[in-house]
């Protein structure tokens, strides 16, 4: 790299890799006292030392998002810093992700994203993970000072959200300080973004605010099958009904929305199916959006979240100011607008509150019932439930869609009542879903 | 040749679904400049290049320095010593291969001094952490030849965006809650007819259950009028009446319980919004009634030719109506009577279009221009936004700065709200002034901070007496200005980065609307606000 120009050592600084004045910028947010400081901040050029050599710093997600908060953490004096994504480079990355170059298609994203910060960025050290959040327990998460999340996935939002969660540890009711992992949340949506500051077992979580994310509307089975109107309800067709039955590429082939051959076979059909009903309008960008419910994403919102999310990890690690209290919104369609709120803590939150939920049915609903609420409530937006229980001293799983085997041997359970499973009033129901890294657990009350 | 035409499609897919093939078109023809690579620049550029900018010239004087590597990710330890414009360019032009990357190693000034007009070739200049004389001369050139001008400075923990430009139209403005145009106050002919077409009451269940809820309530509307003297349901009372009637159409079982109709609870849910009066918009008449309408002339923009057009259009042909839309909401509906449906809107607007086509015909040939300046597809454009074509109108800095033009009421009123943004803004142009006077900027170095205090305070004492400002600043804001030392944390300049950038791509594409003028964010509170200067 720098074989020319001579680093020069910066007093008390590390070692290869430094420069007189290269951090400047930060220090004077670091060394000097000031009248809108944080109650716990020093002025103190040890705190710059801190930062670099100690503080760790977990980003996930290493895309639009994760990009950007590398590249702003990175040069806020973090050189500790993890990332993880289990995605690989897509062409259509390449016009954000700029730690992504043509010739890195189809590399994992954590690998790639990782290598360039570290070449750019002398002294910092970006380990990569090429993993699904899942993948790690709580001795992975626990090693972190900060979280911050660059995800496009609100069930992976709520995932981690549990995780930090479980972290905590309650003396006498409260929450102790030193098991607090913040996490600062960025999510981007075209010309619209929100960052958002979470201090699990303090602030409201992303569960305490679950409205704030309302599920993906989905188009009638009835408009798909039989009365399509738009271009859209063409595609849906094809996808959902005549891609099983024509089985195009092979028996076991599933629709893939990443295989231009694919999508290729879709958009035809699509073409002759809207023409049927003399629908106009289906495209292959068309025919992309919606197989892959693509969001469409530019670099600038990006990078104004990214940066309100860094903002945020270098007042809290340095204690600089205090921090976002605690949710910020950001729309540039019409010139540039934010919003900057306190959301709220739920008394009765699914994910932070503590206490198992109570849940009220009549002792002839069925099981089924039961799904439902789960699934359809807005505050508990579950996507495939596993109920277990405790009757009779034993546990009893009453129904579980994920393992196939398991799913037929349950499912007659679905159309029997509470009562008939052998479930009393105030039993304690475990539940178990992607959404949540933990059990949940729920006390069921009858009402009649 | 079509390979790489493919494969840009596919690179820069995500941003097309925002702004259409027409819009990255111009995209890459335009050229744009900026001035000085700090970080807040070449965040700003980063954030132009990915998306495919034309080209680009970056402007500047000055030698990298140690602390400029420090905050800025587009400049490496070997950039040290070299010239900052053509360090970041290198990195820069890395980002995009389908992106033209320039650079002058000359100052601003410099450049004013010995060529100002190579300043009129660019789609926009960008001037970031520019002292107020370079700002203020750089504004005025480029007023006079209508280029458009973007200052951005990141100071401490504010950002700040000024937009310099005396005329910008909008037609695709994308309005995000835009309300339908669906004439259910005052049908046309085709669209009665249509609605002539439909007998509910003799209706099978299976059609009446999957007829449109634009139809029912036309049909219910109708009714209504001749119940009602020919007035339409007018306050809460009455429309919730109205609401009823629709109710009470609902196909009934045979022992009395109202069937599942959606179409009709659609319909009922839509009443309020399908009563809307339809008009001109106040702010489209406002676009009529400008001087810019008024006068079509052989110089007039085709915005304005166009706009002229439809407003003749709205005093003949529309009789007081825009040229249709010609859309209509998805609904419950069966595919036959939706497309149905549809095509009378779709045809409707295109009759409408045909009419505007035909005014801007003459208005152009009165000027001695050719038709083909206009194409229809610029007209069929134009027509479907109607309703929500933008004008924005900034300010000239000289206006800004005048003691006789500065806007007294803004600041005084935003300053009732001591900590409002506006403080922010009262700073920086008092840090301009402490630049003016002591060719530095405040509290750079530690031992500066103290004494710089007291200095401060004499500028922002001077800046309020001259502008005759009777507003107070906080200590406090004083002391953390000197605070920041003209410091350029990254985070914040990336944040004005984006911002920034979204900007001018707003000005390049003529989509969406940008801001108008001011734009100030506070790192610190996570707050912004925009003020009219």
Known sequence: ?448 | MAATKASKEQKYDRQLRLWGDHGQEVLENAHVCLINATASGTEILKNLVLPGIGAFTIIDGHTVLGEDVGNNFFLSQNSIGRNRAQAATELLQELNSDVSGNFVEESADQLLDNDPEFFHRFSIVIGVQLSESTRLRLGSVLWAVGVPFLVCWTYGLMGYMRLVVKEHTVIESHPDNALEDLRLDRPFSELTDHIQSYQLESMEKKDHSHTPWIVIIAKFLETWLTEHDGQPPKNYKEKEAFRQMIREGILKKENGVREDEENFEEAVKNVNTALNPTKVPSSVEDLFNSEQCTNITSQSAAFWVMLRAVKEFVLHEGKGCLPARGTIPDMISDSQRFINLQNVYRDKALQDAAAVAKHVESLLQTTGKTPETLSEKDIKLFCKNAAFLRVVHCRSLAEEYAVESVNKDEITSCMDSPDSEMVLYLMLRSVDRFYQQHSRYPGVYNYQVEEDISKLKLCVTSLLQEYNLNVSIKDDYIHEFCRYGAAEPHTVAAFLGGAAAQEVIKMVSHQFVPFNNTFIYNAMSQTSATYQL
Request: charged fraction near 20%; include cysteine; hydrophobic fraction near 40%.
């Open chain 1, 1 to 448: 790299m720098a074989d020319s120009d001579e680093p020069m050592v910066v007093e008390g600084g590390a070692g290869d890799g430094e420069w007189e004045g290269r951090w400047n910028h930060i220090q004077k947010f670091l060394e000097r006292p000031g009248p809108f400081t944080h109650p716990d901040f020093e002025a103190s050029s040890e705190s710059l030392q801190f930062m670099l050599e100690t503080c760790k710093v977990l980003i996930i997600g290493a895309g639009g998002l994760g990009c950007e908060l590398l590249k702003d953490v990175a040069l806020s004096g973090f050189h500790n810093i993890h990332v993880v994504d289990m995605d690989t480079i897509d062409l259509s990355n390449l016009n954000r992700q700029f730690l992504f170059r043509l010739k890195d298609v189809g590399q994992p994203k954590a690998e790639v994203a990782a290598d360039f910060i570290n070449t750019r960025i002398p002294g910092c050290c970006v380990v990569p993970h090429f993993k699904k959040i899942q993948d790690f327990d709580e001795t992975f998460y626990r090693q972190f000072h900060i979280i911050v999340c660059g995800l496009d996935s609100v069930i992976a939002r709520r995932w981690m959200n549990g995780m930090l969660l479980s972290l905590l540890v309650y003396e006498d009711g409260v929450v102790d300080p030193s098991s607090i992992i913040p996490l600062i949340d960025g999510g981007t949506e075209g010309f619209k973004g929100n960052a958002r500051v979470i201090l699990p077992g303090i602030t409201a979580c992303i569960d305490c605010t679950l409205e704030l994310y309302p599920p993906q509307i989905n188009f009638p089975m009835c408009t798909i099958a039989s009365m399509p109107r738009l271009p859209e309800h063409c595609v849906e067709y094809v996808r959902m009904l005549l891609w099983p039955k024509d089985k195009p590429f092979g028996d076991t082939v599933g629709l893939d929305g990443d295989d231009p051959e694919h999508i290729k076979w879709v958009y035809q059909r699509s073409l002759e199916r809207a023409a049927e009903f003399s629908i106009t309008g289906v495209t292959y960008r068309l025919t992309q959006g919606v197989v892959k419910r693509i969001i469409p994403a530019v670099a600038s919102t990006n990078a104004v979240i990214a940066a309100a999310c860094a903002t945020e990890v270098f007042k809290i690690a340095s204690s600089a100011y205090a921090p976002l209290n605690n949710y910020m919104v950001f729309n540039d369609v019409d010139g540039l607008y934010t919003y900057t709120f306190e959301a709220e803590r739920k008394d009765n939150c699914s994910a932070c509150s503590q206490v198992p939920l109570d849940m009220r049915f009549s002792s002839s609903s069925t099981l089924q019932e039961v799904l439902d609420y789960l699934t359809e409530s807005s505050y508990l937006q579950m996507k495939s439930p596993a109920i277990t229980a405790s009757v009779e001293g034993k546990n009893k799983t009453l129904y579980l869609q994920t393992v196939a085997s398991i799913e037929q041997r349950t499912r007659p359970n679905l159309s029997k009542t509470l009562k008939e499973l052998g479930l009393a009033d105030g039993q304690e129901l475990a539940v178990a879903d992607v959404t949540t890294p933990q059990t949940m657990l729920f006390r069921l009350s009858f009402t009649s």
